[in-house]
């Protein structure tokens, strides 16, 4: 069956760096196109960024232009999402997800201090 | 960017009445890649529809999806007590895809 499931999640202070990680299985990784969605506690949800199969073509939300990068390893059926230049409005729950269609868990990130 | 639109906010039904739920985009929608959302609480998002009228494998067939353009809608036909969530809708086809607020359906 189709699973999603992502980690890397947890504290970090504001201006720090995250790497999440989405490791697939149950699909041929490689024919999907794939997604980072966003959910901030009590809020509801917000895409991030997409990725092609290839990795060739990517899109990010205004919000983490330039500080946020999508990538994917098909040889490993990974998906990732480095976060930099992390802020207080970053804090939410990240869903790895597929375009349309089957999203993992999700794993919080929180930035306080 | 495409903003969606939902309505109502909130839907207050009891099990077994039809629900309709309005999903409007301020651009149209390329090729209606438009897909529905349910979430419950503590949970993922689960996709009901895509291309706006396509079922997702293993949804009930009182899930349904219209709609073309700009005007989208989900009908669930008679509700069970546990479609009572919150909805989503989302486009994507053109960057960046972006969701609706979700109508939350609750018992009434």
């Known amino acids: 069956q189709v699973q999603l499931v992502e980690s890397g999640g947890g504290l970090v202070k504001p201006g720090g760096s995250l790497r999440l990680s989405c490791a697939a299985s149950?699909?041929?990784?490689?024919?999907?196109?794939m997604s980072w969605i966003r959910q901030a506690p009590g809020k509801g949800l917000e895409w991030v960024s997409y990725i092609n199969s290839n990795g060739r073509i990517i899109y990010n939300a205004d919000s983490v232009k330039g500080r946020f990068t999508i990538s994917r390893d098909n040889a490993k059926n990974s998906l990732y999402l480095q976060m930099n230049s992390l802020r207080v409005e970053d804090t939410a729950v990240y869903y790895c997800a597929r375009v349309p269609g089957h999203w993992g868990q999700g794993t919080l990130v929180t930035v306080s201090s | 960017e495409t903003v969606l639109t939902q309505s109502p906010g909130t839907l207050s039904l009891s099990p077994g009445e039809r629900a309709t739920l309005s999903c409007r985009a301020s651009?149209?929608?390329?090729?209606?890649?438009l897909a529905w959302y349910q979430q419950k609480p503590g949970q993922a998002p689960r996709l009901l529809i895509y291309?706006?009228?396509s079922r997702a494998t293993g949804i009930p067939d009182r899930f349904s999806g219209s709609g073309s353009g700009t005007d989208f809608t989900l009908t669930i036909s008679r509700l069970e007590p546990e479609d009572f969530a919150v909805y989503y809708c989302q486009q994507y086809g053109n960057s960046p895809f972006t969701f609706g607020p979700g109508t939350k359906v609750d018992i009434k």
């Open positions: 149950g699909f041929t990784f490689s024919d999907y196109y």
């Open positions: 291309g706006a009228s």
């Open positions: 651009q149209s929608v390329s090729s209606s890649y």
